[in-house]
T-cell receptor
Framework: DTGVSQDPRHKITKRGQNVTFRCDPI?????LYWYRQTLGQGPEFLTY????????KSRLLSDRFSAERPKGSFSTLEIQRTEQGDSAMYLC???????????FGPGTRLTVT | EDQVTQSPEALRLQEGESSSLNCSYT??????LFWYRQDPGKGPEFLFT???AGEEKEKERLKATLTKKESFLHITAPKPEDSATYLC????????????FGRGTSLIVHP
């Protein structure tokens, strides 16, 4: 059972720098989600992919954020010109189509100083 | 817009003291309701999926139930290792089927 993996697990960066996170979903899952979670809050939806197509982005998602899923496999989430407000846990999840539950990875903890 | 409200925000129990967590939801056509457990600094771990009112699922000391407006997570005779944040999420039928999460209930079980 390989599960969902994310890399890196922790990232500390200075304000204004760009960062990129990677997510490897469960191999047979065609849906991939990105969520953001801050302390004391539930996961907040950012964007999702069905295979390689990015089908929806949250209205809260700044233009500084971009995500890709080339060939419908792994996905990357890039944040440009990071701000202190970007500090959060970034969670990736995958599911098999629209049916059933999403399985989460361990998350990437981003700290912007 | 789908809404999920969890209560209480925090709950402290003594070991063996049973209780329930609540998840109230507003969604246009429920496709599924999910319960997750999240330990500090980790990603949510899937527990249960409920699809229709009256459905129940059990796993060890946990039992999830569903009505047309809310879901309960019953914890029977909890142990300290049950301490975690419990998250509820709903998936609406139609549209994009994106799970919407509540803020969670932080459970601490004292020995």
């Amino acid at each position: 059972d390989t599960g969902v993996s994310q890399d890196p697990r922790h990232k500390i960066t200075k304000r204004g720098q760009n960062v990129t996170f990677r997510c490897d979903p469960i191999s047979e899952h065609n849906r991939l989600y990105w969520y953001r979670q801050t302390l004391g809050q539930g996961p907040e939806f950012l964007t999702y992919f069905q295979n390689e197509a990015q089908l929806e982005k949250s209205r809260l998602l700044s233009d500084r954020f971009s995500a890709e899923r080339p060939k419908g496999s792994f996905s990357t989430l890039e944040i440009q010109r990071t701000e202190q407000g970007d500090s959060a846990m970034y969670l990736c999840a995958s599911s098999l189509g629209t049916e059933g539950q999403a399985y989460f990875g361990p998350g990437t903890r981003l700290t912007v100083t | 817009e789908d809404q999920v409200t969890q209560s209480p925000e925090a709950l402290r129990l003594q070991e063996g003291e049973s209780s329930s967590l609540n998840c109230s939801y507003t969604v246009s056509g429920l496709r599924g309701l999910f319960w997750y457990r999240q330990d500090p600094g980790k990603g949510p771990e899937f527990l249960f999926t409920l699809y229709s009112a009256g459905e129940e699922k059990e796993k060890e000391r946990l039992k999830a139930t569903l009505t047309k407006k809310e879901s309960f997570l019953h914890i029977t005779a909890p142990k300290p290792e049950d301490s975690a944040t419990y998250l509820c999420a709903v998936q609406a039928g139609g549209g994009s089927y994106i799970p919407t999460f509540g803020r969670g209930t932080s459970l601490i079980v004292h020995p």
